[in-house]
């Protein structure tokens, strides 16, 4: 009901549609593979987008504006570029390399108009999260430092180690009270290295009325519209995954952690 698994044809990809298994309304997310020379246009109503560069080389047309080529090897390789469509603004994503061009296509409900902008890798905001065998790097891309720029749309990249967590202490955001937990819907992107490796993706509430747990891999989507959603990377597996967030109310990051684990964050690991 959760998982959804990748495709690794060219062309797009409608991975999450706005009408999904889950029940998500205010996100939806594709997956956008040109060979060499190809380019794919569209215009989305009412959404808002953010085009992720995952690998290849992209340039990218928003109405009048044009922006790159950018490059990127793989998303294991350096931080992200990604592009800004605002609301029904048409655009235009072109391969503009001799390999294949892997672009990450998020989408959010919006009613604001703002102008496109691109983030270039030195603009994303890059921390450490966590200890032990739950630390791992987050890449904020389209978070705090768009602000007033975007309507709803928040998007990352996290980067869990081989054997570690992450979402971890196990988190939820699915209860709007204020300065306390968010209200929001969540989608997650996968990718591996090497890439026939796999991770260990669970979504459980506390009332236990959803308690489930996937394997997930390279290329695969996955839909949160809540519950606790810990992620885990497989021994000898980097695991990354791509974050799109968005909801009804207050463009904010604050999950609330399942009190049996909240404990976690007190201790020092070393």
């Known amino acids: 009901m959760y998982l959804v698994r990748g495709k690794a044809e060219n062309g797009y990809h409608e991975l999450v549609p706005q009408q999904n298994a889950a029940g998500l309304k205010w996100i939806s997310f594709g997956h956008l593979r040109l060979g060499r020379g190809e380019a794919h246009e569209a215009t989305l109503q009412g959404r808002e987008v953010v085009l992720v560069l995952l690998s290849g080389a992209m340039r990218v047309s928003v109405g009048?504006?044009?922006?790159?080529?950018?490059?990127?090897?793989?998303?294991?390789?350096?931080?992200?570029t990604a592009v800004y469509v605002p609301v029904g603004q048409p655009f235009r994503v072109e391969n503009a390399g001799d390999g294949a061009l892997e672009v990450a296509v998020c989408q959010a409900v919006a009613e604001e108009v703002h102008q496109p902008f691109v983030v270039t890798p030195d603009e994303v905001q890059v921390k450490?999260?966590?200890?032990?065998?739950?630390?791992?790097?987050?890449?904020?891309?389209?978070?705090?430092?768009?602000e007033g720029r975007v309507h709803r749309i928040i998007v990352g990249e996290?980067?869990?180690?081989?054997g570690n967590w992450s979402s971890y202490p196990p988190h939820k955001h699915d209860e709007y009270i204020p300065g306390v937990e968010a209200l929001m819907e969540e989608i997650y992107f996968y990718q591996l290295d090497p890439p026939?490796?796999?991770?260990?993706?669970?979504?459980?509430?506390s009332d236990g009325s959803i308690d489930e747990t996937y394997r997930v891999r390279h290329g695969d989507a996955f839909m949160i519209p809540r519950g606790y959603h810990p992620v885990c990377a497989a021994g000898g597996y980097q695991l990354y995954y791509?974050?799109?967030?968005?909801?009804?109310?207050?463009?904010?990051?604050i999950p609330h952690d399942d009190p049996t684990h909240a404990w976690l964050r007190e201790r020092s690991w070393g």
């Open 128 to 146: 450490t999260v966590g200890q032990a065998n739950f630390e791992r790097k987050v890449h904020d891309i389209v978070v705090q430092q768009a």
């Open 158 to 162: 996290t980067f869990n180690p081989p």
């Open 242 to 253: 791509l974050w799109l967030m968005a909801g009804p109310v207050d463009r904010v990051m």
């Open 64 to 80: 009048h504006h044009t922006f790159g080529p950018y490059e990127r090897p793989n998303v294991f390789a350096a931080p992200a």
């Open 196 to 205: 026939h490796g796999f991770g260990l993706q669970s979504i459980y509430t």
